[in-house]
């Protein structure tokens, strides 16, 4: 809502401004730039550089600028004499303090442009005690600090981390009390956006300082995770030299993590590979891409020949762009003649995307980023976002510390966990019956939304009545909390809105995945927390484009829009002039397991690692075994490629490409070219039509670019109708459903209504987890990630994240490292019924008694050697928060 605007006269001229606006700000958009050193528009105003104090009538004392609402009839001046000189007087002062030598540091910095529109030089000298210990990152040299505050003020405000902070009279800038010496070994997550605020270059990227000023930037998406920040990626000499954030984005709104900041560096990393592969008598040869696309062509004919088009199959990229993920889709329908195509929402997130619409009708977030901000309560159940999600993440941490409740579910003690105001630790499994306690003490006490119930609902009654047995004493004994807890927990969700879900994989990896999400959802609908802003229920996806893949129609039962085969083959058919394979496909797992089986003989595998993300890793070694051709198309020779590979087809990196991603909140975002595919590499899109020619089925894939191929997308999924390459391009991300063109986009989803008319209730039964401890596995076994890793470390491996954190480590409560006789740094011998691995331990009381917690990222610890077959009874996605283990100390030398 804009209200009445508000008119004001700065330097004799006539300005209209939003209400509440500042002066400083009003003025900017009036083209009016005031001078300013401490201000950054991602902070609250602090009045402490006084550079851009301006003259209002009558007032006796000048105000800043920054921290001076509007008024209706102000009369303003902003660079009257006595004000400039002011501000020169200011900045030959600050000058002094800054070294004249190495001018390269301020180059293209404001201060730098400060000082040069008023004349003034740096005149002061390096203090070599001034300069901080080395980080991977981040160089800094307090001997260019001003004392503006920008950074202490940026790592409060915006990452929420405090690391630091002034000392004595308020100009020495330092490390908080309490942190260590470097800031390698402080809490500081590495995000970047100290140096990326800081005017005078005092903290830089070390990537800014050796390569000097980017010669050009273009903004694109992060390429790692489901919450999709826009970054500007800067280039010089033809290679990416940094990436900062964008202030406009909606989502990160001028932040970044450490992976989006930092982690681009994979794409020049020496091992890529660039230049395609055959493997001859089980060695790696060098082909040209006719060689390797006609090995890879008549690999998959064989196949097909051998055992028809079910013998063939391909795994799709969530790492890839929507554009790529639509052609895969139609590559195996159309060029193979299968539905045997998946993606890694099978390993992930699939149990959202059934839980949420078999209850609302839609399976994806309800909400957007931007209700964190508008929720009167949050509850993340399953989720680590300060890790994994680190954006969404701080944005958590900052409401809960401006004291909005929160309500964190997870059997560890994860950091927004020390901030909740209730945290419930069940046992690792047990998520429903712990949500089924709840929902029957909301209905018992009463503390339903009746009316919502009543008009949106349906199957209520079924549903109260599945929930008696589940009271919160017998729920308390089986998830291990106490049962006061777990009334306190659903008193305060039910009275406190709107009230905000997010999820993540410690619901949907599990055997009752799919429930567990439905339960969630169930609570919602119980206390009308959907379809209002700031409620919902909100999957935290995981890759930066497995919304996007599974929308798309990499799903061996949905077709594009997550549409079923049987309601939209037609319009498919006609939209591809061609016949759909009429079967069901297999998923990624079943899959791989028909091809331990030999009913699967040749598998396409684009951007994704099963050999070692997949549970069970030796039985899926067997099973890939089995394949007669396996051709993958990725950047790095992957575990998969290692191991069993036939083909290698060198893949564009996520910055040689255009097209779109899809976020976790339904936003649709460009990707854009930042520089040419490395040497002979290709996109995924170029490749696949290449492929598709060799096949005899060139036609369907001859797009002239990614927008070609978005806009047929459009044509079989009414809800992205309204969403183009052009609209993105000037309007930024849009969020589906967006029927039209002049359509605004989706924020918040079910608002007039369900798709099915209501929302449907139904009993959920509890179906426990296989994997059960005892006398020789004792210990359940947790998995899950951590900041500085992304999954298979592809691409965080190859940049200098890993000197931030190097290996995966086992979490382990001190009393159990104790027992086993453990400590700090030793290699723990992890067995479960499946296999074994060995990882160092770190003890620490984050995790309870007897449910340790492995990071899998890293090759080196193979921790899916151990994980087993459970899998979701809905969506097959694996169990892989669950495994019974036994821990023994292997006695060998520490691995530090
Ligand atoms: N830094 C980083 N970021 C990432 C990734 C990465 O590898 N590294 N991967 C991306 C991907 S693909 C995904 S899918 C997302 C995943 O993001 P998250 O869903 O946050 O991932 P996890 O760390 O696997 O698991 C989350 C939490 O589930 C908890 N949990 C385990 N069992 C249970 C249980 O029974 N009940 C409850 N309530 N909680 C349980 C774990 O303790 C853990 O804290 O992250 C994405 N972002
Ligand atoms: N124990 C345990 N195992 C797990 C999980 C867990 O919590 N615990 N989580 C599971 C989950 S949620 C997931 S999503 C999986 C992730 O497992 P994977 O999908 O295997 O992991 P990624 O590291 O994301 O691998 C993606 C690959 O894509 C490549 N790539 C990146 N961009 C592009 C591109 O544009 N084109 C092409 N062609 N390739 C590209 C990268 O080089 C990399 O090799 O792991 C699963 N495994
Ligand atoms: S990099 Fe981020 S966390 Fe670290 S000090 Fe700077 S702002 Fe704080
Ligand atoms: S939060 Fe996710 S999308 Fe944003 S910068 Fe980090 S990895 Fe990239
Ligand atoms: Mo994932």
Redesign the pocket.
């Known amino acids: 809502m804009i209200g009445t605007l508000i008119r004001l006269r700065v330097n004799g001229r006539d300005v209209a401004a939003r209400p509440g606006t500042m002066l400083l700000q009003a003025c900017r958009e009036n083209g009016i730039d005031i001078p300013t050193l401490c201000s950054d528009p991602r902070l609250k105003p602090a009045s402490s550089c006084r550079l851009c104090e301006v003259e209002v009538a009558g007032r006796e004392r000048s105000p800043c600028a920054c921290a001076t609402p509007v008024e209706e009839g102000m009369e303003v001046a902003t660079h009257t004499p006595a004000l400039e000189d002011f501000r020169r007087a200011m900045l030959t002062h600050l000058a002094e303090r800054i070294p004249g030598e190495d001018p390269a540091r301020l180059a293209g910095k404001p201060f730098r442009k400060l000082l040069d529109a008023y004349g003034v030089e740096p005149s002061g000298t390096r203090k070599p005690e001034a300069k901080q210990p080395e980080h991977p990152y981040l160089d800094v040299d307090l001997s260019w600090c001003v004392a503006c505050g920008r950074c202490v003020r940026i790592c409060d405000e915006v990452q929420g981390q405090n690391i630091w902070t002034f000392t004595g009279r308020g100009a020495d800038l330092a490390l908080a009390p309490g942190l260590s010496p470097g800031l390698r070994e402080s809490a500081c997550v590495s995000c970047g956006a100290c140096a990326d605020t800081c005017p005078t270059g005092a903290i830089e990227d070390v990537s800014r300082l050796a390569a000097g000023l980017p010669e050009r930037w273009v903004r694109t998406t992060c390429?790692y995770c489901g919450t999709g920040c826009e970054m500007e990626v800067g280039v010089k000499g033809g290679r990416i030299t940094e990436a900062r954030p964008v202030f406009a984005s909606p989502v990160s709104r001028g932040h970044l993590c450490v992976k989006g900041r930092y982690g681009w560096g994979?794409s020049d990393a020496p091992d890529r590979i660039t230049e395609p592969l055959i493997r001859r008598n089980g060695v790696w040869e060098p082909a040209t891409w006719d060689e390797a696309l006609a090995a890879a062509a008549s690999a998959l004919q064989q196949a097909r020949r051998a055992g028809g088009p079910s013998a063939v199959g391909v795994l799709a990229?969530?790492?890839?762009?929507n554009e790529?993920n639509y052609l895969t889709q139609k590559f195996a329908r159309l060029a193979l003649g299968t539905n045997n195509v998946d993606c890694?929402?099978r390993?992930?997130?699939a149990p959202s995307a059934a839980g949420l619409g078999q209850t609302f009708g839609t399976g994806a977030a309800t909400n957007s980023y931007a209700d964190i901000e508008r929720a009167g309560l949050l509850m993340v159940v399953g989720a680590n976002p300060t890790e994994n999600h680190p954006i969404v993440g701080a944005r958590i941490r900052q409401r809960a510390r401006a004291g909005v409740p929160l309500i964190v579910i997870d059997p560890r003690r994860t950091e927004l966990a020390d901030l909740a105001t209730i945290h419930l630790a069940p046992r690792p499994g047990t998520n429903l019956p712990l949500l089924q306690a709840m929902a029957s003490l909301i209905l018992g006490e009463g503390l339903t939304d009746p009316a919502f119930l009543a008009a949106r609902t349906e199957g209520l009654e079924a549903y109260a009545a599945s929930l008696r047995e589940w009271t919160p004493e017998r729920v308390g004994a089986l998830c291990g909390i106490e049962p006061e807890a777990i009334r306190r927990a659903a008193r305060l969700y039910a009275t406190t809105g709107p009230a905000m879900i997010f999820h993540g994989?410690g619901v949907t990896?599990q055997r009752q995945g799919t429930d567990g999400v439905a339960a969630l959802a169930h609570l919602a609908l119980l206390t009308g927390n959907v379809g209002i802003p700031g409620a919902g229920v909100n999957p935290l996806r995981?890759?930066n484009n497995?919304q996007g893949s599974a929308q798309m129609g990499c799903e061996p039962s949905r077709l594009t829009g997550y549409q079923k085969l049987a309601q939209s083959r037609e319009i498919h058919a006609q939209v591809w002039g061609a016949e759909l394979p009429e079967e069901p496909g297999l998923n990624a797992l079943e899959m791989i397991d028909a091809a331990g089986e030999g009913r699967l003989k040749a598998l396409l595998v684009?951007?994704?690692?099963?050999l070692?993300?997949?549970?069970g890793a030796r039985e899926t070694a067997e099973n890939l075994n089995g394949l007669e051709a396996l051709i993958v198309?990725?950047?790095?020779l992957?575990e998969t490629a290692k191991a069993f590979g036939t083909v290698f087809l060198p893949?564009?990196?996520?910055f040689e490409?255009e097209g779109t991603y899809m976020n976790g909140e339904r936003r649709v975002q460009r990707v854009r070219q930042v520089v040419p595919p490395k040497g002979g590499s290709r996109t995924?899109m170029a490749i696949l039509a290449a492929l598709a020619e060799r096949l005899g089925a060139g036609q369907p894939f001859r797009h002239p670019d990614a927008a070609a191929v978005w806009d047929e997308a459009r044509q079989v999924w009414p809800a992205i109708a309204g969403i183009s390459h052009g609209r993105l391009d000037q309007e930024g991300g849009l969020q589906w459903p967006c029927p039209a063109e002049d359509h605004p986009g989706t924020p918040v989803l079910h608002a007039g209504g369900f798709p099915g008319g209501r929302a449907a209730f139904r009993p959920l039964g509890w179906t426990p987890s296989l994997e059960v401890t005892n006398g020789e596995f004792p210990f359940l076994l947790n998995?899950?990630?951590s900041l500085f890793h992304?999954?298979?470390?592809?691409?965080t491996g190859r940049t200098r994240n890993r000197e931030l954190r190097a290996d995966d480590e086992l979490e382990l409560h001190p009393d159990d490292a104790a027992e086993l006789g453990l400590s700090a740094g030793d290699p723990v011998h992890v067995q479960s019924r499946h296999g074994a691995f060995t990882l160092r331990t770190r003890p620490t009381d984050r995790v309870r008694r007897g449910e340790p917690f492995?990071t899998?990222h890293a090759v080196a610890a193979y921790?899916?050697l151990a994980?087993g077959p459970g899998r979701d009874t809905v969506t097959g996605t694996?169990e892989?928060?669950v495994t019974a283990v036994n821990l023994r100390a292997t006695g060998d030398a520490k691995v530090m």
């Open positions: 390429p994979f990229s969530s790492r890839s762009t790529e890694c929402a390993v992930c997130h994989l990896e995981g890759q497995v684009i951007g994704y690692d099963p070692l993300s997949h549970p198309v990725d950047l790095f992957t893949a564009a990196s996520p490409k995924d998995t899950g990630r992304f999954n298979a470390a592809t691409m492995a899998f921790v899916n994980t694996p892989y928060k």
